[in-house]
């Protein structure tokens, strides 16, 4: 499995021969402008909640190459009515399995109004399970005691979590997810994007050790075999 960081919550995922996208926000993400949007390859794009930080970029990377949305259903009924082709809707708690694996739309405690100030449903993370590794995009969330059942439930490998506090869980709190979750390999996403969600990278690796969990910031544009 390939992992590629484009900033903020977007990660490109290679797993069984399929590109999953999660959360593209690149072209107005003053950080990300190295990265080429219509160069980023994507079968499926995961999108895991209304909000522009995560939603970006989808219409364009999906009608540059008709890979099919998955989101809850207020959100892919808006992006078809939006002009995009393909899409899977899907409701928290619900999973379904796709060629790559399966995928479950899990909760996650935010809000999720689109763009344009539309109904985005309820806010969710994604839970996919393949042969050969299973992990965690949380989306944006706080810290929940439902981050328990996912820990019962499967195995993980690999939990993306968000730390960068103010419109999620802090360090502390995804320290404390990744022992809900019982998964010892944490990759960071939304901090650092925005003033307000800055973090002090030390600090957190430190606080992760702590509790014996592996912390891997990723540089955007890099990409790593897992
Ligand atoms: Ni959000
Ligand atoms: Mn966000």
Redesign the pocket.
Known sequence: MKVSYYGHSCFGVEINGRHLLFDPFISENPLAAEIDVDQIPADYILVS?G?Y??IADVKRIAKRTGATVISNFEITTWLEKEGVEKVHPMNIGGRWEFDFGKVKYVNAV?SSALPDGSNGGNPGGFLIDTPQCAFYHAG?TALSMDMQLIGRQCELCLAFLPIGDN?TMGIDDAVQASSFLKCNHVIPMHYDTFELIRVDHDEAVRKFRNAEVELKFMEIGETREM
């Open positions: 909640h909000h930080d995560h935010h944006d419109f």
